[in-house]
């Protein structure tokens, strides 16, 4: 299998760059992305870590047709990548504002030449620059990748192609969806390639009947653990045959999905999220939901997603109980999107001392480190109401990146003491852990 190349986007990157793009539709534009090569297994992936516009005085001429830089603005970018370590390959971008809105996108033969030449130029004053190049139209990209002996095709991530819902009873399904997000917005949500679930206990479970309910049809279920009689009380499709037969969790949740919507596309992967299965999808997913109850794998998924530039969404739940009385009832949802600088780490919501327990294999040790009191266990009561809110809120904030109903919140605060009240927390992102080693590079 050969390898496959895609640029990734920080969050609403993509939409700024075709709005400072074709903001004259009367002449050609251009900017250039400086980008970090990732690279897992066959997958190559370009992360934008910064965008570079010419300003007006460094535009030679424009037209219709064509654009011309004065080499000033590139040599200097040049410079400052060649001294960079976050920095590895030089993207360039340029618009054909000329085509009909049904035309699709090509490089013209003066590109062709054009790169050709910079290719040639770079590797010989710049040989550890790679370089990549994207051509947009107002509805359609081409994109390549200039590598030693050959050229290869670069896709874009965030690129949403939307697909024809083709069986008629798969829209009667979603008939009452309809009037609420539109038909165009079910459409999309149909068309998203891929989400992953991590975890797909009390949490996950409700998160995904509450996405193939909503229209998503196409994910990914991710879950080493079978199911207990005491997980019946919350875990949807489960039933008490299941517990008796210790099934997996992973195939019950996927019987019960299709015995509502036999259309859907669902992979279940019995491992942790740390198996080459799991994270191939996860690389793949447009969103991760991380429901898990262990700092580790939430961890894990934080610095994994972060690296490879994918948005996740991580759903939390809490029931203090002290003395027999319960003392909070409380869950939130946190949205992370690539060059947010902000992550579980930097704002507390894992715990090195926890992540390290949890890898210990030693039984002893374990034991030595609860009794002098680091790390408190027990485990805390888990309902589906409160479950059910906060997958509801997350699905919900989800859609809402389709339909645009409300204003984006990156962390929802639900609170049921004394009163259901739910709000937006910003001070946590305000007093976060500015440092942090894994989102702020």
């Known amino acids: 299998m050969d390898e496959k190349y895609e640029i990734r986007f920080k969050k609403n990157s993509l939409n700024k760059i075709f709005k400072n793009l074709f903001s004259d539709e009367k002449k050609e534009q251009f900017c250039i992305i400086l980008a970090k090569r990732e690279q897992v297994n066959k997958l190559v992936i370009l992360k934008e870590i910064e965008i570079c516009y010419p300003k007006q005085s460094e ?148 998160v995904a009947e509450h996405l193939i309910n909503m229209g998503f049809n196409n994910l990914v279920l991710i879950d080493n653990d079978i199911v207990e009689y005491s997980n019946l009380n919350r875990l949807v499709g489960a039933k008490y045959k299941d517990a008796e037969d210790k099934r997996l969790k992973v195939e019950v949740l996927k019987e019960h999905l299709l015995s509502i919507n036999p259309f859907l596309n669902i992979k279940a992967i019995n491992s942790d999220i740390k198996s080459d299965e799991a994270l191939n999808e996860v690389l793949e997913s447009n969103k991760v939901f991380l429901t898990t109850d262990n700092h580790s794998s939430r961890a894990f998924v934080n610095d994994f997603c972060l690296r490879y530039f994918i948005p996740f969404i991580s759903i939390g739940v809490n029931i203090s109980v002290k003395n027999g009385i319960v003392s909070d009832i409380s869950g939130e949802v946190i949205k992370i999107f690539p060059g947010e600088k902000f992550c579980l780490r930097c704002l507390g919501r894992v715990k090195q001392i926890n992540i390290d327990y949890e890898n210990i294999k030693s039984e002893e040790i374990k034991e030595k480190i609860l009794k002098r009191g680091y790390i408190t266990q027990h485990k805390d009561p888990a309902v589906k109401t409160l479950n059910t809110i906060l997958a509801s809120l997350a699905v919900d904030s989800y859609i809402n990146e389709f339909t645009n109903y409300n204003r984006e919140s990156s962390i929802l605060v639900y609170e049921n003491n004394k009163i259901p009240t739910i709000y937006e927390d910003n001070m946590s992102i305000k007093n976060r852990k500015k440092d942090c080693f894994i989102c702020n590079l």
């Not at 590598?147 to 949403?160: A, C, G, H, R």
């Open 59 to 206: 535009i030679l001429s424009s037209s219709l047709t064509h654009i011309s830089i004065k080499k000033d603005f590139i040599y200097k970018i040049l410079l400052d990548l060649d001294k960079r370590v976050d920095v590895d390959t030089l993207v360039e971008i340029h618009t054909h504002p000329f085509l009909e809105s049904n035309s699709k996108v090509s490089f013209s033969s003066i590109d062709d030449e054009d790169e050709k030449n910079f290719k040639e130029y770079l590797k010989e004053n710049y040989p550890k620059t790679s370089y990549a190049s994207l051509v947009f139209s107002n509805n359609s990209y081409k994109g390549r990748i200039y590598l030693d002996e050959k050229i290869e095709e670069i896709e874009i991530k965030e690129w949403n192609i939307t697909k024809e819902i083709q069986d008629p009873k798969y829209l009667d399904i979603y008939n009452r969806n309809i009037d609420y997000m539109g038909i165009d917005n079910l459409k999309k949500i149909f068309s998203t390639e891929k989400i992953s679930i991590v975890g797909v206990g009390g949490l996950g479970s409700v």
